[in-house]
């Protein structure tokens, strides 16, 4: 079982429409959680934080934590066309003594016009 | 703002040859670190640096080695490259270390190994 785990996608979704991207993870200690947006050919770039149970919106995104079902989501209402990438969520996880950043494999989001 | 820098870009290397992958920050972070980006698996860390003068293997560290030259770079080198370790790779810094400090990534180093 990998640490994170996303669903690969493609998600697809009309323009306008809420992006809803999942995101599991195994260690119940975690108490770090990130989105990050990768472009093609481009390195990540930090979407949304979250540490705390609940909600946290940004604009037009909404991460949600639930940690005692070990789970984190990013929705992204209104979708546009420029928001098609790939998301990749983050959670530190507790390994080898210490904690580490590991990304899930990411889910590629595809916004049709 | 140059924030996280890494040299080169770009890489072909044969099988067996030796490379060092350069990385600079400019933000006075404390932490640093390597990760490889293949197709289908995500990032995955190679090794980190909570401070200078630490370093610590990661997912994936077999192959490699880094050195934390001093609180502004961090190195990572392939001593006998193999055709496995074509990937794209990732230098990133955070203020302190994990957990709760965001990373932030340089442009990635696309290395090919043939």
């Known amino acids: 079982q990998k640490e994170v785990e996303q669903n690969s996608g493609p998600l697809s979704v009309p323009e306008g429409a809420i992006a809803s991207l999942n995101c599991t993870y195994s260690?119940?200690?975690?108490?770090?959680f990130f989105w990050y947006r990768q472009y093609s050919g481009k390195s990540p770039e930090l979407i949304m934080s979250?540490?705390?149970?609940g909600d946290k919106e940004d604009g037009r995104f909404t991460a949600q934590l639930n940690k005692a079902s070990q789970y984190v989501s990013l929705l992204i209402r209104d979708s546009q066309p420029s928001d098609s990438a790939t998301y990749l969520c983050?959670?530190?996880?507790?390994?080898?003594?210490?904690?580490?950043?590991?990304f899930g494999s990411g889910t590629r989001l595809l916004v049709r016009p | 703002n140059a924030g996280v820098t890494q040299t080169p870009k770009f890489q072909v290397l044969k099988t067996g040859q030796s490379m060092t992958l350069q990385c600079a920050q400019d933000?006075?972070?404390?932490?640093m670190y390597w990760y490889r980006q293949d197709p289908g698996m995500g990032l995955r860390l190679i090794y980190y640096?909570?401070?200078?003068?630490?370093?610590d293997k990661g997912e994936v560290p077999n192959g490699y080695n880094v050195s934390r030259l001093n609180k502004r770079e961090f190195s990572l080198r392939l001593e006998s490259a193999a055709p496995s370790q074509t990937s794209v790779y990732f230098c990133?810094?955070?203020?302190?270390?994990?957990?709760?400090?965001?990373?932030?990534f340089g442009e990635g180093s696309w290395l090919t190994v043939v």
């Open positions: 990133a810094s955070s203020p302190m270390g994990q957990p709760g400090n965001t990373i932030y």
């Open positions: 260690d119940r200690g975690s108490q770090s």
């Open positions: 979250i540490y705390s149970n």
């Open positions: 983050a959670v530190n996880i507790w390994m080898d003594s210490s904690y580490k950043l590991i």
């Open positions: 933000m006075n972070h404390n932490s």
């Open positions: 640096s909570a401070s200078e003068g630490t370093t």
